[in-house]
């Protein structure tokens, strides 16, 4: 890859998904709670079916849920970033490090 061509990538502005457009976005923080309680419930609906007992295939599936919404709040509680509406400054940029060449 030519030299233009890696610094240009590298310029390349970061692209976000979708989800995390929208939690950068006034309002963030509400559909972060939001969502986490959604996890929560889904979480707790999916305990009951495996305290109430399961096949072994319908277990695994129930189990793979809960780890699921586990995860995701996790992952939304890491992104707690604050939103445009709770943000009165801009963000400051990360510190850069250059490489000795």
Do not use: H
Not at 42 to 66: D, I
Not at 72 to 85: F, I, N, T, W
Request: aromatic share 2%; net charge negative; charged share 20%.
């Amino acid at each position: 890859m030519p030299a233009s061509d890696t610094r240009a990538a590298m310029n390349a502005p970061i692209t976000l998904t979708e989800l995390e457009e929208r939690l950068a976005a006034p309002g963030g923080a509400e559909l972060r709670a939001s969502l986490s309680l959604r996890m929560d419930a889904l979480e707790a609906a999916a305990r009951a079916q495996l305290e109430r007992g399961l096949a072994p295939a319908a277990f695994q599936n129930a189990q793979a849920l809960v780890d699921a919404a586990r995860a995701a709040r996790e992952v939304l509680a890491a992104s707690d970033l604050p939103s445009q509406s709770t943000a009165s400054a801009p963000a400051a940029p990360l510190p850069f490090n250059s490489l000795p060449r």
